[in-house]
């Protein structure tokens, strides 16, 4: 599932791989969607390509440090990227927070579920992680839906607890712990 070397996770359909400067321009684009905008917390809008190049050039290092993984989302036979997903590290505590976005086209194909759950994998078998969490806005219970079926359980809610769009949005927590440590 996970090759160390090329620092890839290999699911069914699915090719977890480090983004590539190439790959910005589809960053771009699937960012600049107010759909995917509304249900995260640091994406700017517009999203301007100088953003995504910024991004995708934190990742090496992020990586190679240990402080965060992130990866694009892509199709296992045709490289197509569908989105990304980030897991951060928290060593002292050795647990990270898990992250993601599909570009919009790509929505209801559970390609997000199928990522995180290798995801979650990688941080249990390979970063001997103790717990990976996630949080997500009420007004997207999709991302909650996939944080189900990934067997993660609700731990919380954090009412009105970021301020976005003129308004106040309350966040829901999910979490999974590693039962095999």
Known sequence: MYNA???????ERLTLRPFELSDADRVCEFCNNYNIYKSTLTLPYPYPLESAISWIRTHEDNFNNNESYEFAITDKYTNELY????????????NGELGYWIGEEYWG???????????????????HYHKVYARYFASNPGSGRVMEKCG????GLLLQHIYKENKFENLIYYGIVNTEV
């Open 83 to 94: 989105g990304a997903i980030g897991l951060t590290n928290n060593k002292i505590h050795r």
């Open 109 to 127: 194909n559970g390609f997000a579920t199928e990522a995180a759950k290798a995801v979650i994998e990688f941080a249990f078998s390979e970063k």
């Open 5 to 11: 070397e090329k620092r890839t996770i290999t699911t």
């Open 152 to 155: 993660m359980e609700k731990e």
